[in-house]
């Protein structure tokens, strides 16, 4: 489905400050790589459901009968009944061959969404690693520091053991998760390093979240579905205009019988009588207005998750807001403090690292923050079927 409004969602996985990143060897755009998978996936799904030329029958049904007297072969009789179609019932099966090809593809393409919607957060999740890591390699750096530094501190009994052990293990700590990020990562972008050029910011999508009104949901389309039940209700309604029920051959093998012709035609004709078909034309009706009832409680469902989503997405942006302005205060008397200290010739040196730790520590924080928000906008334009190919 395609929406102008929002026709620079496929780019909508390059966000933020341009980034690169050297956990693999090769260089590729971001939006190459999506791009890549994306063309693969609608290669795999093309090959479905091929074009098949269907041509109803004239004949619907053939009978062959045969009967015999005392089980005297010479005596046999034979019968042989066609039922004819009509142009109008060849016309109505015709038409619902179509449907019924048109609600499997939309089958296919749902299923094809779901493909199309985990490329994107594949690659959402790249970025967020490739930011992590950047982060995390920092914070690895200051580790090492402080491990070098506090073994020379515990050798001159400046340092307490336990101090010394948590130094230790939170170098480990995150040596763990610079690895375990640096695996993902390879495996999602195939060991391809991925450029992070033009991506879309937080604030461009905290803009479009708050332009969003509910008129520019794309509505699920249920109007195969009603074709399709007044596909059939034509196909019912065709059958209820054939008189013709069957036409009988019929060919007698004992000519001694004068009761009985050698061989003889015979038709039989229907009453315009709707009978049973009455009730089911009355099902099909009943089925259509489900549907549209049913359609109209999903559409309100919809909406209200849209909403919602919003709602998340614009709390979540407060929140983003408000950390950072107390992280930016504490920072900056945190600095202020640490120039008196040096200044004075009382600076610690793990307390200077200390501080350059909680500083990345808080732009970690405030990049989960993004990226939760990245990942509730990428579920909302999937909810609200503005996430097309």
Known sequence: MQHTKFRYILSFVFSLATASSNYAQDSLS????LEEKLTQID?????????????PA??????????TDNFQLQEQQYQVRLSPSTPKIRKAEKRLQQLYREEALEDVL?????????????VLRAYALAQLLALEE???????????????????????AEDWLQVQTQLLEVEQRVAAYKIEYNLITENKALLWDNFMTIEQIVEAVEKLLPTDLIIEDIQTKINLIEGEMDLEAAKQKKYLDFIQLEYNSNPQDIF???AAISAAFLLPFKGSRKLKMEELAIEKMGIAAEADLQNQWQVAQVLQLKND?????????????RTADFQARTD??????????????????SAQRQAIEANINHLKLENKIRELYLELLEEANLLSR
Do not use: C
């Not at 749902?110 to 594949?122: D, H, I, Q, S, T």
């Not at 997405?313 to 302005?325: A, G, R, T, Y």
């Open 30 to 33: 971001a939006l190459a790589f």
């Open 43 to 55: 290669q795999k799904f093309n090959s479905f459901l091929p074009d098949n030329d269907f041509q």
């Open 58 to 67: 004239w004949i619907q049904k053939t009978e062959i009968r045969t009967e």
């Open 110 to 122: 749902e299923r094809k969404e779901r493909f199309v919607l985990g490329a994107y957060e594949n």
């Open 138 to 160: 920092k914070l690895l750096n200051i580790s090492k520091k402080e491990v070098q530094i506090s073994e020379q501190l515990i050798l001159v009994n400046q340092l307490q």
């Open 260 to 262: 009985r012709e050698k």
């Open 313 to 325: 997405i614009l709390m979540l942006h407060q929140q983003l807001l408000v950390s950072k302005k």
């Open 336 to 353: 202020l403090l640490l120039q008196r200290l040096q200044k004075s010739e009382q600076a610690d040196p793990l307390l200077l690292l």
